[in-house]
């Protein structure tokens, strides 16, 4: 015959019989589930870093970079982009040509910007917007030219062990910060219209070699490509060699061309036929 109580099936004491509304039927309540409440598995999954940053969720967290940089290119109108591409070590007044790279980038961020449809606003969709990596040297450059004057551009920062801050002339809300190369990459490539390649090292000849790649297969639209400097890169690339060695056909030489100043570089990306939008892409 049942007295009220209740029974633990944990082999403690029965308890009286809880009333609801009672403060001390509450409190009994919750240090009964105070375990249960306390465990990581209770958590909200949205809430929950320790599972967010684990193994399992890794392509969640990948389409989490595309999706972030994507709502804000689009709410600002971004339809096409210039890439931007060199050194972080170039510095204005670095040794040798160094300041004068630097100038250089500073002044295509600037007549790219003016010329190729980054000050739209009222609703027209924004392109040839200047996009770097979003750190110092030769991307500190393009972004400070686009700034200049008051034009929009994207910083696409990456988390690296000795992390430099974003240069501070990149629009802030389009400055962004990406764990994973391959979708900085991602967003480097898809909207551009051109790419400009300043001096730079092993970085720097990554994304150059990813975007040519990308050309010469097939698996990118045609977009002009224009190396800054030609000494530079006959110094440390000799191109001519892979064609020698059969590694390349003659017409993979065309995927590129040199420009020696600024305005050279624009008005090379216009002979190769620099338009408005990406092909295939929408504000």
Excluded: C
């Amino acid at each position: 015959m049942s007295n009220g109580s209740k029974h633990d099936p944990r082999g403690n004491e029965p308890s009286a019989p809880a009333m609801r509304g009672s403060d001390g039927a509450d409190a009994a309540g919750r240090g009964r589930t105070a375990a249960q409440l306390a465990s990581p598995a209770y958590r909200l999954a949205v809430r929950d870093e320790d599972f967010l940053l684990g193994d399992s969720m890794r392509g969640v967290r990948f389409m989490l970079e595309y999706a972030k940089a994507e709502e804000a290119l689009r709410a600002w109108g971004v339809r096409s982009t210039i890439v931007v591409f060199g050194s972080a070590r170039i510095r204005p007044d670095g040794p040798g040509r160094h300041p004068y790279w630097y100038d250089e980038a500073r002044r295509f961020g600037r007549l790219a910007s003016e010329r190729g449809g980054a000050l739209a606003d009222g609703g027209t969709p924004r392109d040839n917007v200047i996009a770097t990596g979003g750190g110092p040297g030769i991307m500190e450059a393009a972004n400070r030219g686009a700034h200049d004057i008051g034009a929009p551009s994207i910083g696409f920062n990456i988390t690296l062990p000795h992390e430099a801050e974003p240069n501070s002339y990149s629009t802030p809300e389009l400055t962004f910060r990406f764990h994973y190369f391959a979708m900085r990459k991602m967003h480097l490539a898809m909207r551009a219209n051109a790419l400009v390649v300043f001096p730079g090292g092993f970085g720097t000849l990554d994304e150059l070699f990813e975007i040519l790649t990308l050309r010469q297969t097939g698996k990118a639209p045609v977009v002009p490509v224009v190396l800054f400097d030609r000494s530079y890169w006959e110094s440390v690339i000799r191109f001519e060699g892979l064609l020698e060695a059969g590694m390349i056909k003659a017409g993979d030489l065309d995927l590129f061309r040199y420009a020696e100043s600024a305005e050279e570089t624009w008005a090379d990306l216009v002979k190769q036929g620099l338009g408005a939008a990406h092909p295939g892409s929408a504000p």
